[in-house]
């Protein structure tokens, strides 16, 4: 079978981000399967007027008889622009504005960004039947195999929609394909057959097929896709390189630790330089690294040190990184390493100043351990910028915890400098698969068999969590901040909130009363 193999892995459209999936699956293949012929096709490098002419064109060039389709993105909930409008704000004027111009304004754009969503949703789906039915024309037998971030989490809901006889792919698409290409049973993956089998109960929970991982051999990547020299074209692209999969962490809201599974997964220090290497010899400076969190935790913290002290070793002197890092698994070398490799960007995802709060959310970190680590990034010369995020209105939210995250806020802010640090405003997507969906189940907010990729407005106001009482209270906040600031949206949401509410006492954000029997989000 393996012989007669055509593939070609097609990245449905979505922002120009580095298509690191693909790149990683057809690498792998590769490697085992040294004589089967790939291809890389990435809509995300193609006007939209030219999707399906541009899909039917490659696939009658290159005839493939296994269709590999990957599907980032899918919902929609967050404070940036999009899909012809920026959905919060969209949202939040509808539901709060009291100007009924403002709220028609706010329907106008919602029902803009709505539909522009289930355009983008039907027209994914009709690319992935077109692109079957195309492939067929050649190789009645070709198959399908659907993956990405957006099926891994809506993988229940699409069953319906994708073809007979698709592979559904959830999580990690290596053995699944591997085992697809040897003729072995690829049933205990992480996956279903459209039409065959119905999804296992909880199969997004399953742990993941471990996987040693080896540096991407790019100098194939580049003969297997045509649009590989379109992200590097401009030096401000940060291309994706992978040190490890997986979270161990039980974040409420958060899908992560459910698609990536909780047993973490480091890429040899060795390999990650080798691929870094690659890519440097190709002209690119900026590297993010993909992983869930950089140091998920302290006992990966040697992991991260080896890495960085091996890219010094490397001779790369003159690049720069950025990562999604726990703040709280730092010490003196490794912010020495970090300021001495180019780390120029990372967000803290700390999601509230509040202690008793990021306790309430399972986060498993300690806030005062943050800001001295942070406090020691500093002395160590980092002096680039840092995202933190926030998301107001979490379980048991009140004005005393808003104080807390203010004053933790202005802390971050005497450590980096007011222009240094960004707070990025979220409200929580509420996830399928996630200890918040559950909550929302066992609180009446939510009945199980809700559709989570809806969003008309009696679904998308649940999902788009912002309970009363205070979400009218966040809602005319962030009113009034696009209002008055728009391109500053997070500092401006920081100053009313600070002009209305006051401070707290450090101390008391850094600091978490012991909790009572009344632990409403451990129940979920």
């Not at 802010?413 to 640090?421: A, Q, R």
């Amino acid at each position: 079978m393996t012989t007669a193999q055509r593939i070609l892995y097609c990245r449905l459209p979505c922002n120009p981000i580095f298509p690191i999936g693909v790149v990683y699956l057809s690498d792998h293949v590769h490697k085992l399967f040294p004589d089967i012929e790939q291809k890389i096709f990435d809509l995300g490098a193609v006007p939209p007027l030219d999707f399906k002419k541009a899909l039917d064109n490659c696939i009658d060039e290159f005839k493939p008889t296994l269709l590999v389709f990957s599907w980032r993105d899918i919902q929609i909930y967050a404070p940036v622009g999009g899909r012809g409008g920026n959905p919060l704000q969209n949202a939040f004027e509808f539901y709060y504005a009291h100007n009924p111009l403002i709220r028609l304004r706010g329907a106008l754009g919602g029902l803009k960004v709505t539909t522009a969503y289930y355009s983008e949703l039907w027209r994914n789906l009709g690319l992935i039947r077109r692109g079957l039915t195309r492939a067929k024309k050649y190789h009645p037998e070709a198959r399908l195999v659907v993956g990405g971030g957006a099926v891994s989490v809506f993988y229940e809901q699409l069953k319906t929609q994708l073809p007979s006889g698709t592979i559904v792919s959830v999580g990690e698409g290596e053995t699944l394909l591997e085992k697809f290409l040897r003729d072995q049973d690829f049933s205990n993956e992480r996956c279903y057959v459209v039409g065959e089998n119905e999804p296992r109960n909880r199969l997004i929970h399953e742990a993941p097929t471990p996987l040693e991982k080896t540096a991407c051999n790019y100098d194939y990547i580049e003969t297997i896709w045509p649009e590989f020299s379109y992200y590097f074209q401009e030096n401000d692209f940060y291309i994706g390189v992978q040190t490890k999969r997986g979270c161990p962490h039980n974040c409420c809201y958060c899908v992560y630790t459910v698609v990536e599974g909780k047993q973490v997964r480091i890429n040899p220090a060795d390999e990650v330089v080798k691929e870094m290497q690659q890519l440097y010899d190709r002209g690119i400076r900026n590297f993010w690294f993909t992983d869930a969190q950089f140091i998920p935790a302290r006992l990966y913290m040697k992991d991260a040190e080896e890495l960085l002290e091996k890219i010094l070793e490397s001779g790369m002197t003159d690049v720069h990184w950025a990562a999604y890092i726990r703040a709280d698994n730092l010490n003196p070398k490794l912010c020495d390493l970090m300021a001495k490799t180019g780390m120029n960007y990372f967000e803290i995802g700390i999601t509230s100043g509040s202690q008793e709060l990021v306790r309430k959310m399972r986060m498993g970190y300690n806030l005062r351990t943050v800001l001295q680590n942070c406090r020691d990034l500093k002395a160590a010369g980092f002096n680039d910028l840092v995202s933190v995020n926030y998301s107001f209105n979490v379980i048991d939210e009140t004005f005393d915890t808003i104080r807390q995250t203010i004053t933790y806020h202005r802390e971050l802010e005497k450590i980096f400098g007011v222009d240094k640090v960004e707070p990025a405003i979220f409200f929580i997507g509420l996830q399928p698969h996630t200890h918040l969906e559950q909550y929302a189940f066992e609180h009446n907010i939510l009945k199980p068999g809700y559709n989570p990729m809806s969003i008309m407005p009696w679904t998308a106001k649940k999902l788009l969590w912002n309970p009363e009482p205070l979400g009218s209270f966040f809602g005319e906040v962030c009113l009034q901040a696009w209002q008055q600031n728009p391109n500053d949206f997070g500092r401006e949401v920081m100053k009313i909130l600070e002009q209305r509410l006051g401070k707290a006492d450090l101390e008391d954000a850094l600091s978490a009363p012991i909790e009572d029997k009344k632990k409403q989000l451990a129940l979920a």
